[in-house]
């Protein structure tokens, strides 16, 4: 493992590459955003927006997709009360709310002034998508990403409005620098970190050999093509593209003009409590990125607030090697009976997928071959 010289991402993290003097492609982009013209941007967008602003009073004019994040809520507060447009706001639900992120669910559902829909997928299917994709590959939330894209393009295409605007550039964490989503973005994004792991909902039924799952049972998680799109002439964008996007300003903002609430204590792995903090099975999605890349939730957080300005890479190392081995221990029980599994069997699954190439057992423990508090020292 070699870690970012900017930041503290190691370079197993996907979609994350060092170039020829150490530097990740997301800290580049960082760099990059100090130069681009932000009005020019600004303006580029607001073209985007009247064309799909409508004179009809009872027509939408764009669709905002969100769960009650930070993210999500400061980007249609910018839609509604800033650029003046007229929004509907869609949710693919979490699978295990937390308390914190039911109370911000409600703030994205009632204090926007913006109609709202949730949509309510299948449980029992939903429940054992996340189940196969948490026990196959390691990664319990590629159904939610998959749907949390599909779904509100979708809405969008069901009432003909023309624009769905998303938040970060996947640029953010080293993705592509796109300001419209396309189908090949989703798929890159859509992945866990190996070629195997990239498989497309239009196969899932492969993967439930009783039958079970049907392609016609998929339809909240296969993504409209593009000949669909064009038919319907709707767009979907990023916000971050077109605006410089900083996650923790977006908190401070929410927090204050809304009262936006952070979880309650820390969230284990990290001394941080507002990013991710919406859905309970999200602290095992972040455990697993630890034990296959070797990249810490504080690591995974704290990353793009040092390429912002908001604290130092040496902060960040000291905070990392006190919270690196904390297991997730808060929302366990919730998440065993949720999957209904045995403590033994879901410590087995999570088990399978340490990569022993970067972890060894030194005094009966699992350890991180090469820290990045090591590399430091050294």
């Known amino acids: 493992m070699k870690y970012c010289k900017k930041c503290v991402t190691p370079d197993t993290r996907p979609r994350v590459s060092l170039d020829e003097n150490g530097v990740c492609n997301a800290c580049r982009y960082a760099e990059k955003k100090k130069t681009i013209n932000w009005d020019a941007r600004k303006k580029e967008f ?7 602003r409508s004179n009809d009073p009872m027509k939408y004019d764009c669709v905002v997709p969100g769960s009650g994040g930070k993210d999500s809520i400061y980007v249609a507060y910018m839609l509604k009360h800033e650029y003046k447009m007229n929004p509907l706001l869609v949710t693919y639900p979490c699978c295990i709310y937390t308390d914190a992120g039911k109370k911000n669910f409600e703030i994205f559902r009632t204090k926007l002034g913006i109609d709202h829909i949730t949509f309510t997928p299948n449980a029992e299917l939903d429940k ?8 196959e590959y390691g990664d319990p939330y590629l159904p939610w ?11 969008a295409m069901a009432f003909k409005i023309p624009l769905v605007v998303f938040g970060e550039c996947l640029a953010e964490y080293g993705g592509d620098e796109l300001g419209i989503m396309t189908i090949e973005s989703i798929n890159k994004f859509a992945r866990t970190g190996s070629v195997k792991d990239l498989k ?11 039958g079970s799952v049907t392609l016609s049972d998929l339809k909240a998680y ?13 767009k979907a964008v990023y916000f971050g593209y077109y605006h410089f996007w900083d996650g923790y300003k977006n908190y401070l903002f929410c ?8 979880h309650e204590g820390r969230m284990e792995g990290s001394w941080m409590n507002f990013h991710s903090m919406d859905d309970k099975v999200d602290t095992f999605y972040q455990y697993l990125m630890l034990l296959k890349f070797g990249i810490s939730r504080a690591q995974k ?14 902060e960040v190392i000291k905070k990392t090697k006190q919270y690196f081995y904390e297991f997730p221990y808060r929302y366990l029980n919730d ?4 999957f209904d599994m045995t403590q033994e069997e879901f410590f087995n699954v999570l088990e399978k997928f340490r990569n022993k190439e970067i972890w060894e057992r030194i005094d009966n423990e699992w350890r991180l071959k090469n820290p990045i508090w090591e590399e430091v020292s050294n």
Not at 223 to 231: A, G, I
Not at 255 to 262: A, D, Q, S, Y
Not at 335 to 338: A, R, V, Y
Request: hydrophobic share 40%.
């Open 200 to 210: 497309m909902p239009e196969n899932w039924p492969e993967l439930f050999n009783d």
């Open 335 to 338: 998440c065993m009976d949720w």
């Open 301 to 314: 957080e704290a990353s793009p607030m040092i390429r912002n300005g908001h604290i130092t890479r040496e």
């Open 46 to 52: 607001e073209s985007i927006l009247n064309k799909s």
């Open 255 to 262: 927090k204050e003009k809304l009262g936006w609430n952070e």
């Open 145 to 155: 990403i998959r749907a949390i894209h599909t779904i509100p393009v979708k809405v």
């Open 128 to 135: 054992k998508l996340v189940k196969k994709f948490f026990i």
């Open 222 to 234: 296969i993504y409209p093509s593009q000949k669909e799109l064009e038919e319907a002439e709707i």
